[in-house]
T-cell receptor, first 116, second 115 residues
Framework: DAGVIQSPRHEVTEMGQEVTLRCKPI?????LFWYRQTMMRGLELLIY????????DSGMPEDRFSAKMPNASFSTLKIQPSEPRDSAVYFC??????????????FGQGTRLTVV | AQKITQTQPGMFVQEKEAVTLDCTYD???????LFWYKQPSSGEMIFLIY??????QNATEGRYSLNFQKARKSANLVISASQLGDSAMYFC????????????FGTGTRLTIIP
């Protein structure tokens, strides 16, 4: 398996523009997570899905952020309109059912977003 | 609520020495899992080791071992015979199975191995 695939790897955009980050989880994984990493706040969970259904979006910073998972093999994280403070590395991760706990999350390479 | 605390923002260790990275946690859930991830300068997150709260023995994976002290709520990572390639950020994380499957991460420790 190719692992979790994120695109793009790098994104530079102007303030106010819409940004869409994409993720392809590992086939067969039930859970998909979106994390944001910054120097100031570390790794923050934004939202996670179970079987394509959003379970907890309490980490989504504000209404400018939205995430979808239309099928088991694809998810998007959209920021509209983007702001400079959204600059961060955004990670997508997937895992098997967690009920047994011993199921690590596999991370993608991340998307480094810079909003100028 | 779950909380992970890593009190060492940075560490410098001589090559071939053992190193211990500290992690303490706080949770009211009786069943939980503890994870360590490595993030090299290239940015990817690499899973290292897992410890379940009911596991009787400390987890080991090659040069990595987890010193789990449940009463003290600590889950320190021990790297034996450190190598230059071990230089990276290390994150401790936890999850529980009581309606809170998400992984909560600590702030990380930057480990630098000195030749």
């Amino acid at each position: 398996d190719a692992g979790v695939i994120q695109s793009p790897r790098h994104e530079v955009t102007e303030m106010g523009q819409e940004v869409t980050l994409r993720c392809k989880p590992i086939s067969g994984h039930d859970y998909l997570f979106w994390y944001r990493q910054t120097m100031m706040r570390g790794l923050e969970l934004l939202i996670y899905f179970n079987n394509n259904v959003p379970i907890d979006d309490s980490g989504m910073p504000e209404d400018r952020f939205s995430a979808k998972m239309p099928n088991a093999s694809f998810s998007t994280l959209k920021i509209q309109p983007s702001e400079p403070r959204d600059s961060a590395v955004y990670f997508c991760a997937s895992s098997l059912a967690i009920r047994n706990l011993n199921t690590e999350a596999f991370f993608g390479q991340g998307t480094r977003l810079t909003v100028v | 609520a779950q909380k992970i605390t890593q009190t060492q923002p940075g560490m410098f260790v001589q090559e071939k020495e053992a190193v211990t990275l500290d992690c303490t946690y706080d949770t009211s859930d009786p069943s939980y899992g503890l994870f360590w991830y490595k993030q090299p300068s290239s940015g990817e997150m690499i899973f290292l080791i897992y410890q379940g709260s009911y596991d009787q023995q400390n987890a080991t994976e090659g040069r990595y071992s987890l010193n789990f002290q449940k009463a003290r709520k600590s889950a320190n990572l021990v790297i034996s015979a450190s190598q230059l390639g071990d230089s990276a950020m290390y994150f401790c994380a936890m999850s529980s199975n009581f309606g809170n499957e998400k992984l909560t991460f600590g702030t990380g420790t930057r480990l630098t191995i000195i030749p």
